[in-house]
């Protein structure tokens, strides 16, 4: 399987596997194997990032977790936590999608409910870094 190389200063040690002619990759913080998709390739960069990077401990880490947006079910890709206290929503997308207007949107509308300080939104090749501070989003340079 070809993965995309993707735009992280660092690169990082994955375990992937096969089975027939599905790859698998291990996720770190749930402990299992799961599918790889493009979007998960961008996911499990952005965990060890934090992990290995920036020295998160993995029980900081919350993957997939369910939320309600004006009743309707939705997951949240990635959240980057400080003793239960949100710090950081990463929104990730596969790398061939663009990140627009539209994608930030959705994402600010998922930190609505969450109220992280600082949001990520990234395909992997692009990242878009902001601040949430007095009701609107300042839009900064990644901090890698």
């Not at 600082?118 to 989003?137: R, T, W």
Request: some cysteine.
């Amino acid at each position: 399987m070809q993965l995309p190389e993707l735009n992280f200063e660092h690169t990082f040690d994955f375990q992937i596997r096969s089975d027939k002619d599905k790859f698998f990759i291990y996720d770190l913080v749930r402990k299992t194997w799961l599918l790889l998709t493009p979007e998960e390739w961008v996911r499990q960069h952005w965990v060890h990032y934090f992990h290995f990077r920036k020295g998160r401990n993995l029980s900081s880490l919350v993957l997939e977790k369910k939320l309600e947006l004006n009743g309707t079910t939705k997951r949240i890709d990635l959240l980057v936590t400080e003793k239960t206290v949100p710090k950081i929503l990463v929104e990730c997308k596969a790398p061939k999608i663009k990140l627009t207007e539209k994608t930030f949107e959705q994402m600010a509308r998922y930190n609505s409910i969450i109220g992280a300080e600082e949001i990520i939104l990234s395909n992997g090749l692009q990242h878009i870094f902001a601040k949430f501070n007095d009701n609107s989003y300042t839009f900064s340079k990644p901090e890698f």
